[in-house]
């Protein structure tokens, strides 16, 4: 009794033909596929989950009736994307809410400190602690946030320049050299040479170096002001950040673009020494002039195209890559009320991000110091939390709910294992969470869940839990991320090209690496190139590189 | 911003049905534009990755949609649509059964039953299985892929689409009594064993019609057939992928689909459906957007009458209809369970011969009485079930234990969803939260129902919904219940959303320019995914709304309205 199957009815075919094969529908591979979509290429994003959009993923894993957003949930460049020039998303419902308080920092005795928009605001609330440093604050944000808009912002969208060349062209003009002056020390020296308040330069550290710099690191001083600034310009996705995916992917369809989902690839076929297609888990093949990976060098160049098909230098600099030295655990719950934190300003509760549990930096330090060695001192630790219903209806099916997080810095490989010490640690953070928000009680607690970093590579394949796909260090950042070989989307396999947070200008969401990767591929196949640089990129360009 | 838009087509609600219209629409060369309240499309074919590597289905989880036109007219492996085809399983399960000649899926308090070979041949010859004689696609298509016979056609036996199909392949079937007949009464003719008889009844009424409801044996039967003709296969990706494949084909298409844009209102002018509102929640507030040609309904029928369109714009006597329409069917109970290591079935329920897991299967099959006394406790008694948990009548679809990818926990294994039938919160005894109230029970109730053929030690985490969660995760899931209200003859067919309703029948409303595109309100109801779409177009073509291109082929069994275009091509 064996019917055949194509007399049901058709499916997609065991071999197809494509101009691009794209690895991966997290938001550098949808963005790399919509760009080369409307340039009228054949485009194919192959996605190993069965639901697109990467760190875009808004779940329900409160089920049933309560979504979080499991991985991104702050987009810092909203602002500044080509993407969101280049495309019409409105057309798809996509909203961005960008509250007035964006950062606070609450702290055992009550004190706090809200970072907002508003300058002045933030002036005020650095002023309880310190006179001087709100001062100092707006003094150096004169300067930040020109070294911001003028030049990394606007470098994220333009492919990277060796060190020599942007050292050389920066040079060009005051705020270059200012840039140049802070690149040279580590975001400890210059938080700790700016502010005086212990509570002020708490904060600062945390901002600039929660998604994952060394703070005594030299060479990678730029970041401070970059994540700082944009660090209070952070976005929510209204509906929760897989609608971005979700308006992604609508314009690649649109253009004619096609989605595989649940389609893991498990090889890069390379003919010749080119890549000529993918092939995936259930033994399609599909055929392409080239291909984009949003992986990371390991899985991309080890795995699916396999050491005995690369160049030794590739192979050796790819062995090399390191991910993150940290990965995130995140609690998430549902309650009945959103938390109302004990401290000294109302502002607080309707921050975007709240942090506690740090009253010094060298608290913080200390609590980074362990989790880099794989520990987390339950009576040393902290992180920030949200609550997304704040801000957000669609995340609950239940009237009257709200869903929330606190997510802290934790190691991949801790002491003992997560699947031994998660439930503890659940326990910690929750208990910790209780102690700054006093309202959340246990019995308005209506569901709760973990997400470890045991969970995180499981969900999205992001290896040992790094969420930018491979550390932040000199040697992973800018021209040589994720080394010289493949700086700038090209790698040495003759039609393979990364588009992922790998490469530069690196993890998070920032629009640049696959809109830099569409760019190259777009070049490459003589595609028309139907969008244009955006004019903060455009003067970047014209002023130092002229 | 543009506070007002303007489209040909205006869909309310990105479920299946609105959605695949929307497909078919776009196809058409309409300008169509869908309105989806929740965050992500798809209604209730949705998965859910609930911990990182387990994937879960809370609504559907089988593929009923093999013998849709769809496939080929809206070519969905276009986009990117295909099936997991477990193949080998199945052979080496078949192999099995034959060798020991039980059947895995019809589990008694005994064991395993087996079918006689009469059980199994009769069954093959009304479903039309039969190799040498097969239709079961033609049998599917005539019974959900056409639309209701128009108004002024009186309905008989050899017009109702099935008996034509009936007559032509296996006359001996064919008699006037079919028509009257309960499925119980049809197999009581040609099946011999009562487990194997209770397995059928079982399944067709988890897929909408119940053994014992008068005039519906062949749609029963036809409701596992759906199931059957894919061999209860899923989609790659679970369900929401193959939704993937229908809302990228309306895109695609050109079709306008956005999420987090709740309808307030049906905004009614002149007597004609013109547009809608959303919701001050909505994405970008309040808005208008204007519907040209027609707007469709995609949302349920209770929800489109007495809240988007509301009152003000109806008469009394249709507003009293369209409340006393009744939420009893379907409202289950859906549990997913985790379990670490293989899961242990009792001997009895061993199948010799292949290392498989039984994974799918209906419990307890013993005899027509047991589910009778569960039919008292959910649409007599109206309770939370009563029934003592050895004999409450389950389904387990663990179908994912043969789909890897539901579940890529190394050494853990998915057994979901188990369903068991219960009372439609709106009834409830109790109030409709009265099951809610006491979720630890009922979770445990339904691992020890579970328990009676597996052990439920190594089970390390479960996740349910109940019908009142199940409602609020989707608000167009009334009364919690996979096909909305029942498929019975007084409901059926001609007769959707139900007899009192007849104004309803053929998609179209009082309204002009609104049209019905949801399970609860239009033939063939739940499941029979893009039938729905499908037979409307028919009813789009007779108002002169669309004229699709060379791809589209009506129903053969289809009779225009007198007075209108038929949907024929000319
Ligand atoms: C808990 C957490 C919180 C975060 N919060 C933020 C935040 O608030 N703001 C922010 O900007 N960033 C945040 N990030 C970081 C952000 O998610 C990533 O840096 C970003 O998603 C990287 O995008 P990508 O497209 O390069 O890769 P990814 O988002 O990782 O996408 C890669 C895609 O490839 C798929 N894939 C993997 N292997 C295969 C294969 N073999 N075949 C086919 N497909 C495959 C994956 O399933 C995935 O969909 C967070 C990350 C985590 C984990
Ligand atoms: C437990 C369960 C199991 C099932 N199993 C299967 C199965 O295995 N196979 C199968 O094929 N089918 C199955 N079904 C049935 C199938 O899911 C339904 O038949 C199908 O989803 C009905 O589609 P619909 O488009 O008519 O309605 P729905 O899926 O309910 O879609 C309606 C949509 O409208 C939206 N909406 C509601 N109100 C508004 C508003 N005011 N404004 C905007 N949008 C709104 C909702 O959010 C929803 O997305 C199952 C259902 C359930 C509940």
Request: contains cysteine; aromatic residues 10%; glycine residues 8%.
């Amino acid at each position: 009794m064996v019917i055949e199957r194509r007399e049901i009815f058709q499916e997609f075919p065991g071999e197809s033909d494509w101009d691009v094969v794209i690895i991966g529908a997290g938001p550098n591979g949808l963005m790399a596929g919509a760009y080369l979509a409307k340039a009228g290429l054949r485009v194919a994003l192959v996605e190993r989950r069965y639901e697109i959009g990467g760190g875009l993923v808004t779940e329900e894993i409160l089920f049933p009736c309560y979504s979080s957003n499991a991985h991104v949930i702050y987009h810092m460049m909203v602002d500044y994307m080509p993407v969101l020039r280049d495309f019409n998303l409105d057309r798809h419902a996509l909203v961005w809410i960008k509250p007035n308080a964006q950062t606070a920092m609450v702290f055992e005795n009550g004190e706090s400190l809200v970072l907002a928009q508003m300058l002045e605001d933030t002036k005020d609330s650095i002023r309880k602690h310190s006179i001087r440093d709100s001062i100092a604050f707006g003094k150096v944000m004169r300067t930040w946030e020109r070294v911001v808009s003028d030049i990394v912002a606007p470098a994220t969208y333009v492919p990277p320049a060796s060190p020599l060349d942007l050292t050389l062209a920066l040079q060009r003009s005051e705020i270059g050299r200012e840039m140049l002056e802070i690149t040279e020390r580590s975001p400890l020296e210059i938080i700790t040479d700016t502010f005086e308040n212990e509570r002020v330069r708490t904060i600062m550290l945390y901002t600039s170096c929660m998604w994952g710099l060394d703070p005594r690191e030299t060479g990678i001083g730029f970041f401070v002001p970059l994540l700082l600034v944009r660090g209070m310009n952070k976005c929510y996705c209204y509906g929760g950040s897989h609608k971005f995916a979700g308006a992604l992917a609508r314009e690649i369809v649109q253009a004619g673009g096609t989605i595989l989902d649940a389609a893991e690839v498990t090889g890069i076929l390379t003919e010749n020494g080119r890549a000529a297609g993918v092939q995936t888990a259930e033994g399609r093949l599909l055929r392409s002039k080239v291909v984009v990976s949003s992986l990371d060098p390991k899985i991309t160049f080890l795995e699916l195209v396999g050491a005995q098909n690369l160049p030794e230098v590739l192979k050796e600099s790819t062995e090399g890559w390191k991910y993150d030295k940290w990965s995130f655990n995140t609690l998430h719950i549902v309650t009945d009320e959103p938390q109302r934190y004990a401290c000294d300003d109302p502002w607080v509760d309707e921050s975007f991000m709240t942090v506690f549990g740090f009253e010094n930096t060298e608290r913080l330090l200390a609590h980074w110091d362990n989790v880099i060695s794989g520990r987390i001192d339950l009576d040393n630790f902290g992180g920030h939390a949200t609550c997304e219903s704040f801000f957000d209806p669609f995340l609950c099916r239940m009237p009257g709910k709200y869903v929330s997080f606190f997510q802290m810095h934790a190691p991949y490989d801790i002491e003992g294992g997560w699947e031994v010490r998660g439930e503890e640690l659940k326990e910690a953070m929750l208990a910790k969470w209780q102690r700054a928000a006093p309202n959340l009680k246990r019995e308005s607690i209506v569901k709760s869940v973990c997400e470890t970093p045991v969970d995180i590579e499981r969900r999205l394949n992001m290896r040992r839990g790094s969420i930018k796909h491979g550390d932040y260090n000199p040697t992973q950042l800018g021209y040589f991320r994720p080394n010289t070989e493949c700086s700038g989307s090209r790698t040495p396999i003759e039609g393979l090209y990364l588009c992922g947070a790998s490469m530069y200008p690196g993890g998070l969401v920032l629009g640049g690496n696959g809109y830099l990767a569409a760019n190259k591929v777009a070049e490459d196949l003589g595609a028309a190139m139907w969008w244009k640089p955006t004019p903060e990129m455009e003067r970047y360009v014209k002023t130092y590189f002229d | 911003m543009n506070r007002e838009e303007k489209y040909d087509i205006v869909i309310v609600g990105g479920g299946p049905n609105g959605t695949t219209a929307a497909a078919y629409l776009a196809k058409c060369g309409m300008s169509v534009c869908v309105l989806e309240e929740r965050p992500e499309a798809g209604g209730s074919i949705e998965n859910v990755e609930v911990i990182p590597g387990v994937r879960i289905d809370p609504h559907a989880t089988y593929m009923y949609a093999g013998a849709a036109p769809g496939f080929d007219q809206l070519e969905l492996w276009k986009y990117g649509f295909r099936m997991d085809w477990r193949q080998e399983k199945l052979d080496k399960m078949l192999a099995a059964m034959m060798a020991t000649g039980k059947i895995h899926l019809c589990l008694t308090t005994e064991g395993m039953a087996k079918p006689t070979e009469k059980d199994t041949l009769n069954w093959m010859k009304l479903t039309g299985m039969d190799p040498s004689a097969p239709f079961t696609r033609e049998l599917l298509r005539a019974i959900y892929w056409c639309p209701p016979h128009p108004p002024e056609v009186e309905v008989t036996a050899e017009n109702i689409p099935y008996m034509q199909v009936y007559k032509r392949h296996q006359p001996d079937v064919w008699t006037e009594e079919l028509l009257e007949m309960t499925l119980f009464e049809l197999m009581d003719e040609y099946v011999e064993s009562e487990p194997v008889k209770m397995l059928h009844a079982m399944v067709s009424w988890y897929s909408g019609a119940s053994p014992e409801w008068e005039g519906v044996a062949i749609p029963a039967l036809g409701g596992e057939c759906l199931l059957g003709y894919t061999f209860s296969n899923p989609p790659r990706g679970g369900m929401h992928d193959y939704f993937h494949a229908i809302i990228r084909c309306a895109i695609a298409h050109g079709a306008v689909i956005r999420t987090c844009c709740p309808v307030d209102e049906i905004i009614i002018s002149n007597g004609r459906a013109a547009g809608v509102r959303l919701r001050e929640t909505a994405a970008q507030g309040e808005k208008t957007i204007w519907a040209d040609k027609a707007v469709l309904s995609g949302v349920d029928v209770k929800q489109t009458f007495l809240k988007l369109i509301g009152r003000r714009h109806l008469d009394a006597s249709f507003i009293q209809r369209i409340k006393d329409i009744s939420l009893k069917a379907s409202s289950i109970y859906v549990s997913h369970f985790l379990f670490k290591g293989r899961p242990r079935y009792r001997a009895r329920f061993a199948l010799e011969g292949t290392d498989m897991i039984p994974g799918q299967g209906v419990y307890p099959c013993d005899s027509r009485e047991i589910y009778y006394e569960h039919l008292a406790d959910i649409n007599g008694r109206k309770g939370p079930p009563s029934m003592p948990v050895e004999k409450v009548m389950w389904i387990d679809c663990g179908s994912k234990l043969e789909i890897p990818d539901a579940c890529t926990i190394p050494g853990h294994y998915l057994i979901s969803p188990l369903y068991v039938i219960v009372p439609p919160p709106e009834y409830l005894v109790g109030g409709p939260e009265a099951i809610d109230k006491q979720k630890a029970k009922w979770d445990a109730y339904m691992r020890e129902a579970l328990g009676q053929v597996l052990e439920t030690d190594n089970i390390v985490a479960q996740w349910s919904n109940t019908p009142w969660e199940s409602e609020h995760r989707n608000v167009g899931l009334i009364g919690g219940g996979w096909y909305a209200t029942r498929h019975c003859r007084d409901q059926w067919a001609e007769n959707r959303p139900n007899r009192l309703l007849p104004e309803l029948a053929r998609y179209r409303t009082p309204i002009d320019g609104l049209y019905l595109c949801n399970q609860s309100s239009c033939h063939p109801g739940g499941l029979a995914l893009m039938a729905i779409p499908y037979n409307l177009m028919h009813i789009l073509i007779e108002d002169g709304l669309v004229e699709p291109g060379d791809w589209w082929y009506p129903s053969p069994w289809y009779i225009p309205q007198q007075g209108k275009i038929s949907a024929k091509p000319r």
